[in-house]
């Protein structure tokens, strides 16, 4: 049979268009199954807090957020070219300042400072000019802020800081002032009164130049720059020991900061370098880390540069400069996915440093703050925690008569587990909301360090390996 040739040409073309339709929609089914791009909501800005009068910098007037609750209130803190900022966020949608602490040094030259509390005490560095180690007594609030100790002896200069809890160590990097070093530590155990405990640039041979550090039970990750990661154990930390050099890793730029998992199971890491992305390094073998995974802010290209990753009930919040707000679903490490976003900063990914500087998740209402160099402090509405349970739907399942005690339940986070049980048993944390945070499995009549942890009440449950419940208690943590 002759075959008709514009026939022919016809059928070639609407089965190669069938063929094609196909494939579109199977591309784009994968992506709906996968959350490639459902997963993926903007977050609800409910909002923002900034003073135009402030001095600019060079790369803007804010820095960096932290954030404090105390008596039903919350609190964001912000730093600035002036100093540190205190803001009412208990009404997240009407944000009010109420306090203004001015720095040793300000103006024009300020672009770094940094803050971590321990208890009610605030800790406050900066990094340019004649700057000081500031120590703030928040618990006046909302009414006062009283500085209890403002001194260059330790700290003239400091790029971040870092505080252990667990140990009363302060941790500061980069610093300059009579004292020295790379890294040093402070021992403020008595919160208005630092002491030095060491300052050094060298750890078993290794150098250390940190840019920051994560601290966690007297591990120590560092930043180190263009150097990598170092971990060290500072159980002494008047003597340390090198625990890993981490050298050569994926996308290596300028190691710049990270956050760990309370297991101390996975670390994430920033490179602050131009289209480099987050690692998620497998930690199991502390002494050999590995990278698993990268976290992406977009499907298609990689143009980012981020800044600073915390972690927080299987997720990871992220301030990216000019990308902003980045959250990503991290419970599984090996294959992180991004859900919440917001970015309003219109100037194109070139590389420079300007957008978000820090992010802070850790209030009990579950709201997020987020700063920016140029506009000031962004609050949004918190993620649902529903999915972010084990396997008890709510506080109010907790009821059964606990066959263990804790002790003390009013602790800095260090607690110890009594019980007649002879096995191993499961724990979880929950927080007061009854939203889940953390699990882990250790044998009986044990110490329980949940020092990581921000000031608050908790519920510990314990389960049998069998699943039978061992039942709950409350606790509260006390920086």
């Given at each position: 049979m002759a075959i008709d040739p514009l026939e022919f040409s016809l059928n070639c073309t609407f089965n190669i268009f069938l063929i094609m339709k196909s494939s579109l929609i199977t591309l784009i089914l994968f992506f709906l199954s996968f959350g490639g791009i459902h997963a993926q909501e903007e977050a609800k800005l409910l909002g923002r807090w900034s003073d135009p009068t402030l001095a600019e910098a060079f790369f803007g007037r804010y820095n960096e957020v932290w954030g404090y609750a105390q008596d039903g209130k919350e609190y964001a803190i912000i730093g600035s070219t002036f100093g540190t900022h205190f803001i009412d966020v208990t009404d997240p949608n009407n944000p009010q300042e109420l306090i203004r602490v001015g720095g040793k040094a300000?103006?024009?030259?300020?672009?770094h400072r940094d803050f971590h509390n321990m208890g009610t005490y605030l800790y406050a560095v900066a990094d340019e000019g004649a700057s000081s180690l500031q120590v703030m007594d928040m618990s006046g609030l909302p009414d006062t802020v009283i500085v209890v100790y403002d001194s260059s002896e330790y700290i003239q200069r400091s790029h971040n800081i870092f505080i252990d809890t667990s140990s009363a160590l302060l941790y500061a990097v980069s610093v300059?002032?009579?004292?020295?070093?790379?890294?040093?530590?402070?021992?403020?155990?008595?919160?208005?009164?630092?002491?030095?405990?060491?300052?050094?640039?060298?750890?078993?041979?290794?150098?250390?130049?940190?840019?920051?550090?994560?601290?966690?039970?007297?591990?120590?990750?560092?930043?180190?720059?263009?150097?990598?990661?170092?971990?060290?154990?500072?159980?002494?930390?008047?003597?340390?020991?090198?625990?890993?050099?981490?050298?050569?890793?994926?996308?290596?730029?300028?190691?710049?900061?990270?956050?760990?998992?309370?297991?101390?199971?996975?670390?994430?890491?920033?490179?602050?370098?131009?289209?480099?992305?987050?690692?998620?390094?497998?930690?199991?073998?502390?002494?050999?880390?590995?990278?698993?995974?990268?976290?992406?802010?977009?499907?298609?290209?990689?143009?980012?540069?981020?800044?600073?990753?915390?972690?927080?009930?299987?997720?990871?919040?992220?301030?990216?400069?000019?990308?902003?707000?980045?959250?990503?679903?991290?419970?599984?490490?090996?294959?992180?996915?991004?859900?919440?976003?917001?970015?309003?900063?219109?100037?194109?990914?070139?590389?420079?440093?300007?957008?978000?500087?820090?992010?802070?998740?850790?209030?009990?209402?579950?709201?997020?703050?987020?700063?920016?160099?140029?506009?000031?402090?962004?609050?949004?509405?918190g993620l649902d925690g529903s999915d972010c349970f084990d396997d008890i739907s709510s506080i109010a399942d907790l009821r059964d008569a606990a066959k263990f005690s804790m002790v003390p339940t009013v602790s800095t986070g260090n607690f110890s587990i009594r019980s007649d049980w002879t096995q191993e048993y499961r724990w979880s944390v929950f927080d007061f909301k009854g939203r889940y945070l953390h699990r882990g499995q250790q044998s009986t009549s044990s110490m329980l360090d949940l020092s990581y942890l921000p000031n608050g009440i908790y519920v510990l449950h314990l389960q049998a390996p069998s699943g039978e419940s061992l039942g709950s208690v409350r606790c509260i943590i006390q920086h």
């Open positions: 300000q103006g024009t030259g300020l672009i300059r002032s009579s004292v020295g070093g790379g890294l040093v530590v402070l021992d403020i155990s008595i919160p208005q009164e630092p002491k030095l405990v060491n300052s050094l640039n060298m750890i078993d041979g290794v150098s250390v130049n940190p840019h920051d550090v994560f601290v966690q039970r007297d591990t120590v990750f560092i930043n180190n720059a263009r150097a990598g990661l170092v971990i060290a154990d500072f159980v002494d930390p008047q003597n340390p020991k090198l625990i890993s050099s981490y050298e050569e890793y994926q996308e290596m730029g300028y190691n710049h900061s990270g956050w760990a998992t309370p297991d101390m199971d996975i670390y994430y890491m920033a490179d602050e370098t131009f289209a480099t992305r987050i690692k998620v390094l497998d930690l199991k073998d502390i002494s050999e880390p590995e990278v698993i995974s990268v976290l992406n802010i977009r499907d298609t290209i990689n143009d980012g540069l981020p800044h600073n990753p915390l972690w927080f009930c299987n997720r990871l919040y992220v301030a990216s400069y000019y990308d902003m707000l980045q959250v990503y679903d991290v419970s599984d490490p090996a294959n992180p996915e991004r859900i919440l976003y917001y970015d309003d900063d219109p100037s194109p990914n070139d590389g420079k440093f300007r957008g978000a500087w820090g992010v802070y998740p850790y209030l009990p209402s579950g709201s997020i703050l987020l700063s920016s160099l140029d506009s000031g402090l962004y609050v949004f509405e």
